[in-house]
């Protein structure tokens, strides 16, 4: 295994490998490893307490970043007929069906939400293997297949910075955050607003322990462990 770099290292000792930080001091600590030239996005990791083969202990949603994703967010419809206006009204990049249909089928994705109206999932469903692969396939569960008069509220969501969150085959959560230039405040708020939509997204079928252990990093920094006590009592109020 190849060894860490020097900014590795030097980051790592800003880091108490053995203690758990509360939310505000992690944000704090996680922002001084950023050490790079780019501007590092801080990310979530939960470790769940769930069994990604049980479809009793699925967790999917969505949460809507306060501050946003420090990039300007790409958005795509499928619509046709009325709901292809109000997408167009709304502010969405690019809106179209068959046409946009085709152009993906050519190797196009330069887009970064994906939203589609029901009466469209069946000419987008074709698309499946390619934007399944990229984790941007309109889902019913991910709130971006929508009715026409819910389209507004869904374009100007994935304009503030709305993510998407779901349990993946090693039972972890991964949810971007926020850049590292991003005030503490701003990454404060924003893992709040995720630990909030996750905790309400507890499955029914959930057994035991629901999030074992959390943890924030930058794109190549080295973790921060967060303290469960106080992550998991976040609130926006």
Known sequence: MAEHGKKYQEATKL??????????????????TARTKFDET?????RMGLDPRDSTQQVRGVAILPGGLGKKVRVLVFAQGEAERVAKDAGADVVGNDDVVKQIEEG????????ATPDMMGRVGKLGKILGRK??????????????DDLPRVIGDSRKGRVEYKLDRT??????????????????????AIIEAV????????????????????????????????TLTLTAG
């Open 15 to 32: 880091v108490d490998a053995e203690k758990a930080y509360s939310p505000q001091e992690a944000v704090e600590v996680v922002k001084k």
């Open 42 to 46: 801080i990310e979530l990791h939960l």
């Open 108 to 115: 196009w994705l330069e887009f970064d939400v994906a939203i």
């Open 135 to 148: 984790g941007l396939m309109p889902n019913p569960k991910a709130g971006t297949v929508v009715a026409a």
């Open 171 to 192: 039972a972890i959560i991964h949810v971007p955050v926020g850049k590292a230039s991003f005030a503490p405040d701003m990454l404060l708020a924003n893992l709040t």
């Open 199 to 230: 905790v309400k997204a507890k499955p029914a079928g959930a057994k035991g322990v629901y999030v074992k252990s959390a943890y924030l990093k930058t794109t190549m920094g080295p973790s921060v462990k967060l303290d469960l006590s106080t």
